[in-house]
């Protein structure tokens, strides 16, 4: 089993920055590929970025690509999406989730943490 905590969301003005944070525990976290996704009110859940077992590769949405960035640190068990120029179609429930091999589908992943909230005002 591994779980799973995100935090760092919250309300931020369009054109800013937030970094959220993802701790795992349980099962050895090196060895999993993480992913983060979000999913806004009526909508189906998003992959936003993943990023392998070593580190490497990363893998991203064209909706994010060059404004969000995938980070872990293995040594405290913790991955990162460092988000900048923020908009207002940012705006949604953010989830980090684990899974033994990388993917862009949500189905695909095992491990889901609960979610924390991002708005973003215009």
């Known amino acids: 089993q591994v779980q799973l905590v995100e935090s760092g969301g919250g309300l931020v003005q369009a054109g800013g920055s937030l970094r959220l944070s993802c701790v795992a525990s349980g099962r050895t976290f090196s060895s999993y590929t993480m992913g983060w996704f979000r999913q806004a009110p009526g909508k189906d859940r998003e992959f936003l970025a993943t990023?392998?077992?070593?580190?490497?590769?990363?893998l991203y949405a064209d909706s994010v690509k060059g404004r969000f960035t995938i980070s872990r640190d293995i040594t405290k068990n913790t991955v990162y999406l460092q988000m900048d120029s923020l908009k207002p179609e940012d705006t949604a429930v953010y989830y980090c989730?684990?899974?033994?091999?990388?993917?862009?589908?949500?189905?695909?992943?095992?491990?889901w943490g609960q979610g924390t909230q991002v708005t973003v005002s215009s």
């Open positions: 989730a684990a899974n033994r091999f990388l993917s862009t589908t949500p189905g695909a992943y095992t491990y």
């Open positions: 990023i392998g077992w070593s580190s490497g590769p990363t």
